[in-house]
């Protein structure tokens, strides 16, 4: 038996072991599409978006703030549809925009403020369509049992596969410029349609109005469901906005080494999060938030101190261990708290979801005015003390 062999056997055990159905093969197997697409292009999408507009670190807020304020204003028409259409054809439409949010980056230089309008717009639409019917589907298609390992072996496969994806993008900008690697993405991501169509297609009825669905985010009894997964978005925004934008700076616009960065971290993501999937379905919930929060907060704390590439490399692979930590423990319990909801599990997702887009606002908001008087790095200092939040998910996030 070569090396290939033992390779694919022990994928198949892997996933035997954690009991993936082929259905939840598919569905996932078009997630990996998409992070493919993703991987090469969104640690690039901040860095492009600085560059084009003179090193503004506000216009990278305002777009992503736009992307979210249109996706927290949407949620609840999308919601809608979920009775009407279904969640397949949510998602197919929620892929379509994307592709087209990605395309419209490739526009020449001199349609620079349509391009990124264009892009803010259509990501704003492809979050709604695609976000609320994926998380129903996943909650509906993973096992009760085995969540903790499912979503590791899930997410380590995909983490595998992309690994040199960032590496490709930096390549591409390097040699092609950012028109060609947007390109690349928006390809690819068409490619994510396919497994899509071997799935089921699932109806679920939306009960509350549209105004009524805001009235219900910030009712007194879903308000642990507020704070836990705003404080979750806003954190994340320092990930997705801030940290690749520093990196960036300290490696003075070397874009390759940022995409070797990138995937060197992935490759000890995807060993930390086995570790943290073999943990998840043995330790207590209560411990796993208190290590993955110990790790995530300390961690933001350390990234201030970071100067070099090397440093760059030992403070996210010490913070990614806690963000995985975080991640399975808060997105297993979400997900088993929205199949435990019944009747309630699309008004959940909803809710956490508007909840997510609501802190992602008032992170952009904070830092909007902060990063003018203190620089970038405060962005890490209120991530670090918004981590703290996450131990407000110890099963309170029920809806009320």
Do not use: C
């Amino acid at each position: 038996m070569n090396e290939i062999q033992k390779a694919k056997l022990a994928i198949k055990n892997y996933a035997q072991d954690a009991h993936i159905s082929k259905e939840l093969f598919y569905f996932y197997i078009s997630r990996i599409f998409m992070r493919i697409s993703l991987s090469a292009l969104s640690v690039f999408i901040p860095v492009f978006i600085y560059k084009q507009y003179d090193e503004k670190i506000t216009m990278v807020v305002l777009v992503f703030a736009t992307i979210y304020l249109f996706q927290l204003i949407l949620n609840p028409i999308s919601a809608k549809l979920l009775g009407i259409f279904g969640l397949k054809p949510l998602l197919i439409s929620g892929m379509l925009f994307a592709v087209a949010s990605v395309a419209s980056l490739a526009f020449p230089d001199e349609y620079l403020n349509l391009s990124v309008f264009l892009f803010a717009i259509l990501t704003a639409i492809y979050r709604v369509l695609y976000w609320v019917p994926y998380h129903i589907d996943f909650s509906l298609l993973l096992d009760k049992k085995t969540r903790g390992r499912q979503l590791a072996f899930l997410r380590n496969f995909s983490t595998l596969i992309i690994i040199v994806a960032p590496i490709l993008g930096g390549v591409l900008i390097s040699s092609g410029g950012f028109a060609a690697t947007f390109t690349y993405a928006a390809i690819i991501m068409a490619f994510a349609l396919l497994p899509i169509l071997k799935i089921n297609n699932v109806y679920e009825r939306f009960s509350w109005g549209y105004i009524e669905t805001f009235i219900h985010l910030f009712r007194k009894e879903n308000r642990p469901i507020l704070l836990a997964h705003a404080a979750n978005g806003a954190q994340a925004i320092a990930v997705v906005v801030f940290w690749p934008l520093y990196i960036y700076m300290i490696l003075e616009g070397r874009y390759t080494s940022l995409g070797i960065i990138t995937s060197i971290t992935l490759i000890a993501v995807m060993f930390l999060r086995y570790l943290a999937g073999k943990m998840f379905d043995k330790w207590s919930e209560k411990r796993m938030v208190l290590v993955g929060v110990l790790f995530s907060a300390t961690g933001w704390v350390i990234k201030v101190f970071v100067n070099t590439p090397v440093q760059i490399v030992l403070a996210d692979t010490y913070h990614q261990f806690g963000r995985v930590v975080n991640s399975l423990t808060f997105d297993a319990a979400t997900y088993e708290q929205s199949a435990d909801a019944g009747k309630y599990i699309d008004e959940y997702t909803t809710l956490k979801e508007m909840a997510l887009n609501v802190g992602r606002l008032l992170m952009l908001f904070i830092t909007f005015f902060l990063i003018e008087i203190f620089g970038i790095k405060v962005a890490f200092i209120l991530a670090a003390l918004l981590t703290l939040f996450m131990i407000l998910l110890e099963r309170q996030t029920r809806i009320g």
